[in-house]
């Protein structure tokens, strides 16, 4: 079984902390991404990584960076977390490239509370 | 912004069938449809996918439209762990070596026993 595994189940940080949300996954996936999720807008797209050192953005990069130093681990970064970044965060992972779509699979959540 | 419309809600009875509708009239040729569904407190999981085809799979079965601008999700027997947010999705080509999910509002199921 696909496992996407992430850092953290809770989190708890203080406005203007740096904040460091990981997430692995162990199918040799090409493409990974973080999303989050907050009640009524469902779930947003901050950034992606179709290969190591990779990335795009997604529709609200604004805040949060990433890094994705080995094909296994993509990390979100909130340089300084604010009170709007309470959210639940999810991570994901994908195979295949262009041309092919394929199953993506999803860690089970950090929920992050700035206060 | 998501290219999917759901009903927000739905319901069902256990052990009866449940049929999703998704709109998706701006589809385009080389969008495929997925589904996923999130349960309580879980992150999301594949449910089905298809293109063109009506497909079915262990968990449910997926019908097209011929002119593929909807879609249904067919759960042939609800049972009380259907009960989840179910999305509907266009998987689009990102144009960086990817195909993206967008996900829209999805609609809540909920399974009265």
């Known amino acids: 079984d696909v496992k996407v595994t992430q850092s953290s189940r809770y989190l708890v940080k203080r406005t203007g902390e740096k904040v460091f949300l990981e997430c692995v996954q162990d199918m040799d996936h090409e493409n990974m991404f973080w999303y989050r999720q907050d009640p009524g807008l469902g779930l947003r797209l901050i950034y992606f990584?179709?290969?190591?050192?990779?990335?795009e953005k997604g529709d609200i990069p604004e805040g949060y960076s990433v890094s994705r130093e080995k094909k296994e681990r993509f990390s979100l970064i909130l340089e300084s977390a604010s009170t709007n970044q309470t959210s639940m965060y999810l991570c994901a992972s994908r195979s295949g490239g262009a041309g092919f779509a394929d199953t993506q699979y999803f860690g089970p959540g950090t929920r992050l509370t700035v206060l | 912004d998501a290219k999917t419309t759901q009903p927000n809600s739905m319901e069902s009875n256990e052990e009866e069938p449940v049929h999703l509708p998704c709109n998706h009239s701006t589809i385009s040729g080389t969008d495929y449809i997925h589904w996923y569904r999130q349960l309580p407190s879980q992150g999301p999981e594949y449910v089905i996918h298809?293109?063109?085809s009506n497909v079915n799979n262990r968990m449910a079965s997926l019908a097209i439209a011929e002119d593929r601008k909807s879609s249904t999700l067919i759960l042939h027997r609800a049972t009380l762990r259907d009960a989840a947010v179910y999305y509907c999705i266009l998987d689009a080509y990102s144009g960086a070596g990817s195909y993206q999910l967008t996900f829209g509002k999805g609609t809540k199921l909920s399974v009265i026993p």
């Open positions: 298809g293109l063109t």
């Open positions: 990584s179709y290969d190591v050192k990779m990335k």
